[in-house]
């Protein structure tokens, strides 16, 4: 049993790359720090199952909205009816995340700091399987069992701010952010701002402070959420590798409702499964093929 090999061929076959030197600099990371290019990476895709939808009021007071309703209404029912959204949030959301020399900033740091996506709301699709590229961007903000759009704006001339405020604003009781407790000292509400980019860690708005439920980005621009799954799975695969006799006692209690012949030699490995949530890390017995999953 190899579960650190096992998890670095996993992610490698799933990890989609622009080319030769990317698939490259994949192989030779450090296990955490390809598990974190991973997790970013299923968070950047916008997994397809219904969801209820939800559209704030600036949005619909927005003066693009009367000229891009159809389009949007037409993203709404693909929400609904869990239709994928794939060809809508944009070329580069399908590559894992690479930070480079040439390339030190990260592809999306709004949807890293905030999880708020965009997408692009046109319905044309091109040849490549994407929609076309537009002038006005659609945000918004995707839970498993909600959808909420919140405003348009121009690409490359949004502002992240605005778009928390109105998340905020709408949906004040969703658990979209975090707020810190008790509010924040009066230095820190004077700190709390929000460059173009979402790259800041928290913002302020009427003498709260409200953080990411992700917890902002830590080093490496990796998200403090991410940086904590990460090692956390590193951790548990560290301890099963020096115990396996505990993953074995714990798979066999995951599955005790069925009534299995267990074999007296465990074949145990690390699988990615796409499941009706995405992508998860599962522990399977091979000779049995019964599962665990590991939470994350």
């Not at 209404?73 to 995340?97: M, N, P």
Request: hydrophobic share 40%; net charge positive; proline share 5%.
């Amino acid at each position: 049993m190899d579960l650190d090999a096992d998890i670095r061929a996993e992610m490698l076959k799933y990890l989609p790359v622009p080319n030769r030197d990317a698939a490259l600099l994949l192989a030779d990371m450090p296990t955490g720090r390809l598990l974190e290019c991973f997790l970013k990476w299923r968070d950047r895709l916008v997994h397809p199952h219904p969801r209820a939808l939800r559209m704030s009021a600036e949005l619909r007071a927005n003066p693009r909205f009367g000229a891009m309703e159809q389009d949007i209404r037409a993203i709404w029912q693909k929400v609904i009816e869990g239709a994928d959204l794939a060809r809508h949030v944009g070329r580069g959301a399908r590559f894992a995340y690479l930070q480079t020399p040439q390339r030190p900033r990260d592809l999306n740091r709004l949807l890293n700091n905030w999880d708020i996506h965009w997408l692009n709301t046109s319905n044309q699709v091109e040849r490549d399987g994407y929609v076309q590229r537009g002038d006005t961007l659609l945000f918004a903000i995707f839970k498993d069992d909600a959808a909420y759009f919140l405003d348009l704006m121009p690409r490359g001339r949004w502002r992240g701010k605005r778009l928390v405020e109105t998340a905020l604003r709408n949906w004040p009781d969703d658990g979209l952010f975090h707020r810190v407790p008790g509010g924040a000292p009066e230095r820190e509400k004077r700190r709390a701002w929000f460059a173009r980019d979402g790259s800041e860690q928290h913002v302020a708005l009427e003498g709260d402070i409200y953080v990411s439920n992700s917890f902002g980005v830590a080093e490496g621009s990796s998200p403090a959420r991410i940086t904590v799954m990460s090692m956390k799975l590193q951790g548990l695969l560290q301890y099963y590798a020096e115990n396996p006799g505990a993953l074995e006692r714990e798979l066999k209690a995951a599955n005790e409702r069925f009534a299995i012949a267990w074999p007296l030699i465990f074949q145990l490995r690390l699988i990615v499964a796409r499941t009706s949530r995405g992508y998860e890390f599962v522990i399977i017995e091979s000779a049995t093929g019964t599962m665990m999953g590991l939470g994350v």
